[in-house]
């Protein structure tokens, strides 16, 4: 397992995640964007959309891009937890990366909004009703049900072994289905990654980073994770 390329190919592939996911998330909602008043459609297009361009530039390292998805990994045997620490700082990294590139584009349309929850909302998620118990609960469970499919079809592998194509979908069926109370982070790097590029950027009148709420989008995901990896060898049939 050569460590190096897996780390640079989760840079990469994490990166190219958060840019477009992140990306479409500012199409939609900063108020001079062409896209702006979208819905939460494309939103969940774009986001499948980005995971398929994100496997397809990450097959070298399994394409994780996701730490709940290698806890459950390594929680499988499929990686070390040596191979853990660098699938998780690889993953962290590529998503400060993305959402800087993000507010590059969209440097002048964050300059005219007024608003700093739509600011916020481009680099990390929110509940839209906050009760951080149930919110946490949403995000179990959407995570699981990921993770869990992720597994069922690549007979416990990762991502890259079932295909960019069939990722992208479980990712748009998640958000149409389970994505209206949180905004279905179901990945820890995808939020705290973005959530702290939020921070440190100069965002003209950004207002909050909602760090009271951060830690939901990390430990549910990473709960639910864990959790399909335990119960997958009772509950699927994978092969010996």
Same mark, same amino acid.
């Given at each position: 397992m050569d460590l190096g390329l897996i780390f640079l190919s989760e840079v990469v592939g994490t990166a190219m995640l958060i840019l477009l996911g992140g990306g479409v998330v500012a199409n939609v909602a900063l108020t001079k964007s062409k896209g702006f008043n979208g819905g939460t459609l494309m939103v969940n297009f774009g986001w499948g959309l980005a995971v398929f361009a994100a496997v397809t530039v990450s097959y070298s390292s399994g394409a994780a891009l996701?730490?709940?998805v290698s806890l459950a990994q390594l929680?499988?045997?499929?990686?070390?937890?040596?191979?853990?620490?660098?699938?998780l700082a690889a993953q962290m990294i590529g998503a400060?990366?993305?959402?800087?590139?993000?507010?590059l584009v969209y440097k002048n349309h964050f300059d005219?909004?007024?608003?700093p929850a739509?600011? #916020? $909302?481009?680099?990390?998620?929110?509940?839209a009703i906050r009760n951080y118990g149930w919110n946490l609960v949403t995000e179990i469970i959407a995570t699981f049900a990921f993770v869990f499919v992720v597994i069922g079809f690549t007979n416990g592998g990762t991502p890259a072994e079932l295909g960019a194509i069939p990722v992208a979908f479980l990712v748009i069926a998640i958000g149409a289905s389970l994505g209206g109370p949180t905004g279905y982070?179901?990945?820890?790097?995808?939020? #705290? $990654?973005?959530?702290?590029?939020?921070?440190?950027l100069p965002i003209k009148g950004k207002g909050s980073s909602d760090w009271s709420y951060a830690w939901v989008p990390v430990v549910g995901p990473l709960v639910g994770g864990a959790l399909a990896a335990v119960v997958s060898g009772a509950l699927l049939p994978l092969a010996a």
């Open positions: 996701n730490p709940a929680i499988l045997g499929n990686i070390d937890f040596v191979a853990f620490l660098v699938y400060v990366i993305g959402a800087v590139l993000v507010w005219e909004e007024p608003d739509a600011k #916020l $909302g481009v680099f990390s998620t929110g509940p982070a179901i990945n820890p790097a995808r939020d #705290l $990654g973005p959530r702290i590029a939020h921070a440190f």
